[in-house]
Each structure stands twice: as C-alpha cells, then as structure tokens.
C-alpha cells in the first residue's frame, strides 16, 4: 500500500517552522542560488534580521532528515498593514510535501499577529509552480506589472490575499 501524500498546509512528521537565525544564513543562500531567485545574498539577509521585520524571516527544519537543516525558508515585510512576501524557497528534493505551504501559512499568521490586513507579493508570470502554490493558500491574481523582473526580462504578476 502507497503512503498517503500529505495534505497541504499540515505539518508533515518532523517539519518544524522557526524564526531564521544568523547560524541559517548559509544554507539560506545557498537554497536562494539554487532555486534561481533574484538574489539578496548573505549580507542582506544579515541586515534584515538586525531591522524591525526579523519575525518575519522563517525557516523550515526537518528534524526527522538523514540531513537535518534548512529545508526552505521565507522572508517579508510589515508596512502600514500591508505584509509584503519577498522570498520563499524549497529545497528541491523537499518540494510537493507541503513545506512551501507550512512557511506561507505561518507568514500570513505572524502578519495576522503584526494587524497586517492584506498579503502581497508579485512572481514571474512564467513560475507555474509558485503561482500555483500561493492560488491553493489562497492568493488571488490582482494585476500585471509589464517587464518587471530582468535577466530574462518578464512581467510580474501581483498576488493579494485579504488576511
Ligand atoms: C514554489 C515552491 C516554494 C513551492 O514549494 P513546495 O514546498 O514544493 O510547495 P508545496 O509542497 O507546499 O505545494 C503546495 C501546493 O502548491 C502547488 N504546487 C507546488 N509546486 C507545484 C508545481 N511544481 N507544479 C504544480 N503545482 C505546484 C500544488 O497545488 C501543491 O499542492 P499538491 O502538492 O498537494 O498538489 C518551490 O517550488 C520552490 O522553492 N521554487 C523555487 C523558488 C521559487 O520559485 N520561489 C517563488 C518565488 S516568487
């Protein structure tokens, strides 16, 4: 018999969501060059765990791994009651088991905590798998920003999601 998939959004065995420390940066960059992100890089990374929006830095662990580390994180910012996602990364050979998921949910609920009302963010046009990741938490397409990202030139696409 074929184990269950996990439903999305639940904690898998082991997956644990902490707050990113300094000891993650590493692996944090390293997951940001291999998932092809628009890079930040370590330093910036550092900046932004010194400034106000520190809780809003999350990573995922699964302590249960022969590998136990950063499986994914994410990263956003609370302004005027608008949380704002930048950065949200998987280990490949973590993906489609519901770890990018756990870290949106848990983002949205700090912005909750932070009185945040609305969630944005913008993704490649072209990046099927996050925008059908953030439709299935609940995000909804808002608008288009034509040539928005560079190194290949490609609109954005807004995403909103009322918290
Ligand atoms: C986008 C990303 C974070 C998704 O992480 P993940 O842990 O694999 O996502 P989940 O397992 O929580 O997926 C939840 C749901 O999203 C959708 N989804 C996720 N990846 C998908 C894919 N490759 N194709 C189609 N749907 C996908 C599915 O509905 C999935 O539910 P299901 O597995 O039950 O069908 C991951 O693919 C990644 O790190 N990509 C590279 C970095 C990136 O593009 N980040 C977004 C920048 S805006």
Redesign the pocket.
């Known amino acids: 018999m074929s184990t269950p ?1 996990p439903t ?1 959004g639940t904690f898998l065995a082991g997956l644990a969501t902490d707050q990113m420390s300094e000891h993650d940066l590493l692996e944090v960059v390293e997951i940001e060059e291999r ?3 628009s890079r930040w890089g370590w330093a910036a990374y550092y900046a932004e765990l010194q400034g106000v929006n520190r809780s809003l830095m999350l990573v995922a662990r699964l302590a249960n791994s022969e590998t136990p580390g950063v499986a ?1 994180y994410i990263v956003a910012r609370e302004t005027a009651g608008e949380l704002h996602i930048n ?4 280990r490949e050979e ?9 870290l949106l949910n848990r983002i949205l609920e700090e912005g909750r905590r932070l009185r945040a009302t609305t969630a944005f ?4 046009a072209g ?4 925008r ?2 953030y439709e ?1 938490c609940g995000f909804r397409a808002v608008a288009r920003r034509a040539s928005y990202y560079s190194e290949p030139s490609e609109d954005a696409v807004v995403m909103s999601f009322v918290l």
């Open positions: 998939k999305t998932s092809g992100l994914g950065n949200v990364a998987v973590y993906r489609r088991q519901g770890i990018g998921c756990s963010l913008e993704v490649r990046n099927l798998a996050a059908a990741l299935r």
